[in-house]
């Protein structure tokens, strides 16, 4: 078990420096004395056993976390995309497992919440969309009901080059879904799976019919398949789910028809909420070093390795690193909004860029700064590393992607070619 970290660690993001609102300050002081007082202890035990956090569900269920981003009118707690990305920074600190799977469940309420009340709708659609979203709300709120989103199925869709194979056709009364999910975190564990599928009911496999629905774990013709013994992120359980004619009715819409499809042009912040657990990871790489170099961390000998010019230097390193990931990160999540200009989406790629790889990078040199005791499976450390590669290989927002989207955005404007 790991020792429990101090619940005076200081904020990720000082809520004077970073001019944090009052609720957001609050909300983070609150995560993350939830993160040292419930996470942190029973990290180590998900991560051996390949398990999911279930304990943890239950606790974030009884705190309220599970509607953090469920609109106040409709009884959660309210926050926007920013605080969000804020809190969950902090709880990923503790537990990367527990951050990265709630923020699965959390985007099924801030996408379908405050971002699509950004979006057109007219208004029939939006009292419908309310209406749909109530039920899911009410589902987590008075149930403490999960929800995930599988929606990687090994192809091109998950990176936004191609319309989901999983297939959804409409029927009276909902639809029939069929198809295959990769990867899907909660696999097993969440109560709704929020999935990414194309209507075809027109005979059109085309990005812009993606319908997000949200499908009940029990319905009859899903079912959980394949292992799960991977080197990171082990809590997350992400297991392959199949969809074999599984009837939902029509509430199960999560979104309007041809609303994903806009969210994903006109909101396009929203696939950098991947990014605070990996924040929050790269912060206690930084924060172990300290407290081992200081003598200071729970599980060792109280020997003080600070004195040595070479682990001084190697610190520096790291603060360095962690500041400019804080700052690119902090102006990206706050400039976040539909419709962002294209500067704000090429801040956007280079700060989801950043933390997933500058997480792993502060990850590794904690490691060879401390060393060999450090990395010793009874310390977070090893965790904390091998947790934060996971990063940057997730879609559709992969350290490659983001490269190859900068590259092309910088040097192109709209519509330009070199034909
Ligand atoms: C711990 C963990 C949890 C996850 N949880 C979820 C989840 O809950 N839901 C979910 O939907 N997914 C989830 N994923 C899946 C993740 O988003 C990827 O889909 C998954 O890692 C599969 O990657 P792949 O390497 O097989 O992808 P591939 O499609 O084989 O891509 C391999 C690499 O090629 C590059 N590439 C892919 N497409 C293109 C392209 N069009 N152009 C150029 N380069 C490209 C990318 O850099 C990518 O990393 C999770 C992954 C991990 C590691």
């Known amino acids: 078990m790991d020792q429990a970290l101090t619940q005076t660690d200081a ?15 609050a909300l983070t002081a609150r995560a993350r004395e939830f993160g040292a007082r419930v996470l942190a202890p029973r990290a180590a035990r998900w991560d051996r056993e390949a398990s999911f956090p279930t304990d943890n569900y239950r606790d974030m269920a009884a705190e309220g976390w599970l ?58 659609t939006r009292t419908q969309h309310h209406a749909h979203r109530g039920v899911h709300y009410q ?48 696999a097993g ?9 194309t209507d075809i009911t027109d005979g059109t496999a085309s990005r812009r019919n993606t319908l997000y629905l949200g499908v009940p774990a029990s319905a009859p013709g899903v079912s959980v398949v394949g292992e799960w013994d991977p080197l990171g992120m082990r809590g997350t359980v992400s297991r ?20 994903y499809f806009q969210a994903a042009t006109r909101w396009p912040h929203m696939f950098m909420t991947l990014t605070p657990t990996y924040m929050g990871l790269a912060q206690a ?7 081992y170099l200081r003598g200071e961390q729970p599980g060792t000998p109280p020997v003080k390795r600070r004195m040595y010019p070479t682990k001084q230097i190697a610190m520096a390193e790291m603060r360095v690193m962690l500041e400019q990931t804080k700052a690119l990160w902090f102006a990206a999540i706050t400039e976040a909004g539909p419709d962002p200009s294209k500067e704000g989406v090429l801040r956007a790629l280079a700060a989801q860029h950043t933390v997933m790889e500058n997480a792993n990078a502060l990850a590794a040199k ?15 450390l090893e965790r904390i590393y091998r947790d934060s590669r996971c990063g940057s290989l997730m879609l559709p927002w992969t350290a490659e992607l983001c490269i190859d989207r900068i590259g092309r955005d910088v040097l192109y404007e709209r519509g330009e070619t070199d034909e």
């Not at 790489?285 to 407290?291: G, L």
């Open 240 to 259: 392959n789910l199949l969809f074999q004619d599984v009837f939902v009715p029509e509430d199960a819409l999560l979104m309007p028809p041809g609303l």
């Open 11 to 25: 904020p990720i993001f000082d809520p004077r420096a970073f001019r944090l609102t009052t609720f957001e300050a």
């Open 366 to 380: 904690a490691i060879r700064t401390c060393g060999g005791q450090a990395m010793l499976k009874s310390l977070p």
């Open 67 to 124: 509607g953090i981003c469920i609109p106040e009118a409709d009884g959660g707690m309210g926050a926007d995309f920013r605080a969000y990305c804020l809190v969950a920074a902090e709880l990923g600190r503790y537990c990367g497992a527990t951050a990265l799977t709630w923020n699965m469940h959390v985007c099924s309420t801030l996408w379908t919440g405050v971002l699509t009340d950004d979006l057109e709708m007219d208004t029939a």
């Open 189 to 197: 564990h969440a109560h709704h799976y929020g999935i990414l599928c």
């Open 139 to 186: 589902r987590i709120l008075a149930d403490g009901a999960i929800y995930s989103q599988p929606f990687s199925e090994g192809g091109a869709a998950a990176s936004g080059a191609a319309a989901f194979g999983t297939t959804a056709r409409r029927v009276d009364g909902g639809f029939i879904i069929n198809g295959k999910k990769i990867f899907a975190s909660l």
């Open 285 to 291: 790489a930084h924060d172990f070093t300290v407290r």
